[in-house]
């Protein structure tokens, strides 16, 4: 099946640094990437949307000079958090899907840990 | 209104029996897909099954199926012959329309089956 590699998979640092997630296709090429936000016991929370080349489409409510989102190349996408607080501190996941019609699902990294000190 | 509902917070289900995990959806859109994910404590989001709108028959994969009633707006997950390693959080999720490029996805609020031996 399709993998998708995030890294780094857990993430500890000090109020007001910056983190930067990656967020790879491993086997296809992803037209489209997605990051999502998950408290915990909860639903997945959808932030942005980003398509290759083109800048980030973000949900309403998501701060986009706080989570900034990169995405270079059809098999890589970046979201930095930027100046981290505590609050930030979360599930992060992203996921990525190709170009196969409707049907294809997102497949999902395995998802990055925050823990803002 | 909610577009996706599970209504069952928590299942519990003896290990090599079947169960039937609950989603229902509102949307007006004619073309639409449904998903389900497997979540475990881990973290990784796990695609099992995929049904279109369109499709004619209830889509299978393996142990899942999806008991899709487009009437009552429902798409039950049904898990046959349950092991001790389907324990996890079950989360059904909505695409509406079959075209543009993002192909958002909207969860539920999840369902966390537990597999007693």
């Known amino acids: 099946g399709a993998v998708v590699s995030q890294h780094p998979s857990r993430v500890i640092c000090k109020s007001g640094t910056s983190v930067k997630i990656e967020c790879r296709s491993l086997d296809f090429q992803a037209t489209t990437m997605f990051w999502y936000r998950q408290f915990p016991k909860q639903s997945l929370m959808l932030m942005a949307t980003?398509?290759?080349?083109?800048?980030?489409?973000?949900e309403q409510g998501v701060e986009k000079d706080k989570f900034l989102i990169n995405h270079a190349s059809l098999t890589l996408s970046t979201l930095t958090v930027t100046s981290a607080h505590p609050e930030d501190s979360s599930f992060y996941i992203c996921?990525?899907?190709?170009?196969?019609?409707?049907?294809?699902?997102?497949?999902f990294g395995d998802g990055t840990r925050l823990s803002i000190l | 209104a909610q577009k996706i509902t599970q209504t069952q917070p928590g299942m519990f289900v003896q290990e090599k029996e079947a169960v039937t995990l609950d989603c229902t959806y509102d949307t007006s859109d004619p073309s639409y897909g449904l998903f389900w994910y497997k979540q475990p404590s881990s973290g990784e989001m796990i695609f099992l099954i995929y049904q279109g709108s369109y499709d004619q028959q209830n889509a299978t994969e393996g142990r899942y199926s999806l008991n899709f009633q487009k009437a009552r707006k429902s798409a039950n997950l049904v898990i046959s012959a349950s092991q001790l390693g389907d324990s996890a959080m079950y989360f059904c999720a909505m695409r509406e329309g079959s075209g543009g490029s993002n192909y958002k996805l909207t969860f539920g609020k999840g369902t966390l089956l537990t597999v007693n031996p």
């Open positions: 980003s398509n290759e080349g083109s800048k980030a489409t973000y």
């Open positions: 996921s990525a899907r190709g170009d196969r019609g409707p049907g294809q699902p997102q497949h």
